[in-house]
C-alpha cells in the first residue's frame, strides 16, 4: 500500500532533550515536505527536499533541521526542543515530475509535547 | 502562489449536496486548485484538483469559474463522514510550497 509513514505518532518530552520523528514514504517520490499545525494557525512548512541531498527551509524553520540521505526518508531533527515546539506534524511526499500536477500524500500526523 | 479564501464554516444535512466555495482571484495561468480535507487530526487527504476544466473523481466534483477566479467542491451525497475541515489550495510555479489556510469546517447533520 502507497503510503507515508511517520514515526512516533504521540511524543512526550522534556525541552532540551534532543528527539528525531522519521518519515519514510514507499511511493519513490522526489519530494519530502514537514509541516507544523497549531490552532488557529493552520498548517506551515518547517522544511522541505526535492531531492536527496537537496533540502531547504520553509516558513519556520527555526529550531528543526533535516536530513535527505535516502529518498524514501526523510527525518525531523529536534536539537533541543522548546514548549513552543509542542505542535501536530506533519510529513508529506510528492512527485516532482509533473511539478503543480502532482498531488501531495500525507502521513498521519505525530504530536509532540514538550514540557 | 496565490492565496484563498474560504468561509470558516458550513453546515450540510445529510444525504445533500454539498457545495464548497473557494475564492482565488490572483491565481495565475499555470497554478492548479487543489482540495484536501483534514479529519479530526488524521492527515490531510487528497480530494481533486484541476486547472481549467470541471473535474470528477469517485469523491467529489470541482467546478472551476471560467475566469478561475474560484472554485467550489461539490460533495454530491453528503454522509456523516464527510464532516471534516476542508482545504482549497492553489499550487503553481512554486510548486514545492503548499499554502493551507484555515480552510472550512464542515458539519454534515443528521
Redesign the interface.
Given at each position: 500500500e502507497a503510503q507515508v509513514t511517520q514515526n512516533p505518532r504521540y511524543l512526550i518530552t522534556v525541552t532540551g532533550k534532543k528527539l528525531t520523528v522519521t518519515c519514510s514514504q514507499n511511493m519513490n517520490h522526489e519530494y519530502m515536505s514537514w509541516y507544523r499545525q497549531d490552532p488557529g494557525l493552520g498548517l506551515r512548512q518547517i522544511y522541505y527536499s526535492m531531492n536527496v541531498e537537496v533540502t531547504d527551509k520553509g516558513d519556520v524553520p527555526e529550531g528543526y533541521k533535516v536530513s535527505r540521505k535516502e529518498k524514501r526518508n526523510f527525518p525531523l531533527i529536534l536539537e533541543s526542543p522548546s514548549p513552543n515546539q509542542t505542535s501536530l506534524y506533519f510529513c508529506a511526499s510528492s512527485f516532482v515530475v509533473g511539478s503543480a500536477n502532482e498531488k501531495l500524500f500525507f502521513g498521519s500526523g505525530t504530536q509532540l509535547s514538550v514540557l | 502562489d496565490a492565496k484563498t479564501t474560504q468561509p470558516t464554516s458550513m453546515d450540510c444535512a445529510e444525504g445533500r449536496a454539498a457545495n464548497l466555495p473557494c475564492n482565488h482571484s490572483t491565481i495565475s495561468g499555470?497554478?492548479?486548485v487543489?482540495w484536501?480535507r483534514q479529519i479530526h487530526?488524521?492527515?490531510?487527504?487528497?480530494i481533486i484538483?484541476g486547472?481549467k476544466n470541471n473535474e470528477t473523481n469517485e469523491m467529489a466534483s470541482l467546478i472551476i469559474t471560467e475566469d478561475r477566479k474560484s472554485s467550489t467542491l461539490i460533495l454530491p451525497h453528503a454522509t456523516l463522514r464527510d464532516t471534516a475541515v476542508y482545504y482549497c489550495i492553489v499550487?503553481?510555479?512554486n510548486?514545492?510550497?503548499?499554502y493551507?489556510?484555515?480552510?472550512t469546517k464542515l458539519n454534515v447533520k443528521p
Open positions: - | 499555470n497554478e492548479y487543489y484536501y487530526s488524521q492527515g490531510p487527504q487528497y484538483h486547472l499550487r503553481g510555479y510548486f514545492n510550497k503548499f493551507f489556510g484555515s480552510g
